[in-house]
């Protein structure tokens, strides 16, 4: 897997809080449910997420809360036109980034 990364500016950013999981995102970056519908961040209450534990099979969770996180700098990258998962505490991460859905 190649890791491109460029920056790309300041953004409007939200955590995602989850039971166990928590993730800041840019409003441009999609959430997707189960579903396979994309919503924006601030939008995404009681929306179902994919999340990562350690390394155990993915599983999906109701986002609990939003919460703005301010102007942040932000990033758009590319793993090779496949799904990520990211968040604050590494052994916990949300599924937020598909390929298909970026702007």
């Given at each position: 897997?190649?890791?491109?990364?460029?920056?790309?500016?300041?953004?409007?950013?939200?955590?995602?809080h989850e039971q166990w999981s928590?993730?800041?995102?840019?409003?441009?970056?999609?959430?997707?449910?189960?579903?396979?519908?994309?919503y924006e961040a601030q939008n995404a209450k009681g929306v179902l997420l994919g999340v990562l534990h350690n390394d155990d099979p993915p599983v999906w969770e109701?986002?609990?809360h939003v919460q703005c996180a301010g102007l942040r700098?932000?990033?758009k990258i590319s793993v090779g036109g496949i799904s990520y998962a990211a968040g604050i505490d590494p052994q916990h991460r949300v599924i937020t980034h598909n390929q298909p859905h970026k702007p």
């Open positions: 897997m190649h890791l491109i990364r460029k920056r790309f500016g300041f953004a409007l950013c939200y955590a995602l928590r993730a800041i995102c840019s409003r441009e970056t999609p959430i997707i449910d189960r579903e396979s519908i994309v109701i986002v609990t700098t932000v990033y």
